[in-house]
């Protein structure tokens, strides 16, 4: 499924290798990103937000996928966390080497849901606003 590839795509900006190891960008701390996170308005009407857990890991496969999409289902921007404590951010035009934006809408939660590996979950615009500044988003 497209949704949970991992890699680099050839052309886009990179930031680091990943979060923290990369040390490109450092994030808030947990209670400053959710006092600024409190009153976050998403930039578009229509906009959602998604977490996918995959619920059994395998190495460092992905763990968490956290997307803020556009009504479409098509993402705006986009976090994955892997369970060595790296962070992969995408958003516009930048990606880091592990995470990207998809050019195919994201499935569906219902979708999503028919895999036994993977739960998925909405969640609200602070919550997503809360991890992207976590994680060290722009």
Do not use: C
């Not at 990943?18 to 009407?45: C, T, W």
């Amino acid at each position: 499924m497209r949704f949970w590839t991992v890699g680099s795509k050839v052309g886009r900006p990179k930031l680091s290798a990943g979060f923290p190891d990369g040390g490109a960008r450092r994030g808030f701390d947990r209670a400053a990103a959710e006092s600024a996170a409190a009153d976050f308005v998403p930039p578009e009407p229509g906009m959602w937000y998604l977490q996918v857990t995959r619920t059994r890991v395998r190495g460092n496969e992905l763990l968490v996928t956290l997307s803020e999409l556009f009504d479409d289902g098509t993402e705006f921007r986009k976090i994955q966390r892997f369970p060595d404590g790296r962070t992969g951010l995408a958003g516009g035009s930048i990606d880091t080497e592990l995470t990207w934006l998809d050019e195919e809408p994201v499935p569906s939660i219902e979708d999503l849901s028919n895999d036994p590996n993977l739960h998925a979950v909405r969640i609200s615009p602070s919550e997503f606003q809360t991890e992207w500044l976590v994680a060290g988003g722009w």
